[in-house]
């Protein structure tokens, strides 16, 4: 063994317990469940060679990248020492245009869910584990990537995560424009989180309308519940502007400029009612009545 390569093991087995900060990525297929037996195998195969092909197109080594087959999808991990915007940008691109390329001569194009986040990942003889490992899985099975892709008929979206949104996106690059991205807010199993979606060679995409829902929890019950509470503790400059559905209410989205200029908005999905320093002099209702009231006018 050169003595390159000794080094390189002993210094692997050294940190092995070690986590070490790696840029993770998800990639997931739209609707797996419904190729059959004889149509999985191709389907796998022109995902690897989407992603290979980028990666290559990229100057990332494909040994550079930790890899892990996940039957529908492929998680990936990329160490540090590669920009995590090159992948953000010129690998994203190059998957979105051999996507396009792959899907040309199909009847039923294969689409791609892409998360990234970046997180202390852990690797082991059977691969890598760690919060950032399951924040980007989440992502990528999100209810709000799933309906983009299919309401947008997309062949990729992506998601990242808020810290590498405001850490690397931000700032653009590169193909990266900032102004392409849009924030969603995602009520997760581990807590309410944001995260930024892209379309590829489009603008940026309509979120507003996509509720917060449990990633790969649309039916879960409550869902929608907990998400619109944690939406509701998002300041608005960093939540997608939603669209107030409360019936009788006649003045749709409130925002409150007190507090210093602040502002304070209010996504509601049934009636809504702000009421700001009042003094009743007499009892008062408040809400709507419902019922047969034979009083009632």
């Not at 990537?145 to 850490?167: K, P």
């Not at 990266?176 to 995260?195: H, M, N, Q, S, W």
Request: proline share 5%; glycine share 12%; charged share 30%.
């Amino acid at each position: 063994m050169e003595h390159g390569a000794q080094h390189r093991a002993a210094h692997e087995a050294f940190d092995a317990d070690e986590a070490r900060y790696e840029l993770v990525i998800s990639v997931d297929a739209r609707r797996s469940g419904q190729y059959n037996d004889a149509e999985k195998p191709r389907m796998r195969q022109r995902i690897y060679r989407v992603l290979e092909s980028a990666l290559a197109q990229s100057g990332v080594a494909r040994d550079a990248v930790h890899r892990e087959d996940r039957g529908d999808g492929v998680l990936m991990s990329v160490p540090g020492r590669i920009p995590v915007s090159r992948l953000l940008g010129l690998w994203t691109v190059e998957v979105h245009e051999n996507l396009r390329e792959e899907n040309g001569s199909l009847l039923v194009p294969l689409g791609l869910r892409v998360a990234m986040h970046v997180g202390p990942v852990r690797h082991d003889s059977r691969g890598i584990s760690g919060r950032a490992v399951d924040l980007t899985c989440r992502l990528a099975d999100s209810s709000v990537a799933r309906e983009l892709l299919d309401r947008e008929r997309a062949d990729l979206v992506l998601a990242v995560s808020d810290s590498l949104y405001a850490d690397v996106v931000q700032a653009g690059g590169k193909f990266i424009d900032p102004a392409r991205f849009a924030p969603a807010r995602l009520a997760l199993k581990e807590g309410a989180v944001t995260a930024w979606f892209h379309l590829p060679g489009r603008p940026a995409p309509d979120t507003g309308a996509l509720g917060p829902r449990e990633a790969g929890g649309d039916d879960a019950p409550g869902a929608a519940g907990a998400g619109g509470a944690a939406e509701a503790a998002v300041p608005s400059a960093q939540r997608p502007r939603g669209d107030v559905d409360g019936g009788d209410s006649d003045g749709g989205d409130v925002e409150d400029g007190e507090d210093g200029g602040g502002s304070v908005r209010y996504t509601a999905r049934g009636d809504l009612s702000v009421h700001r320093h009042n003094v009743y002099q007499q009892p008062v209702h408040i809400g709507r009545v419902t019922g047969t009231d034979k009083g009632k006018d």
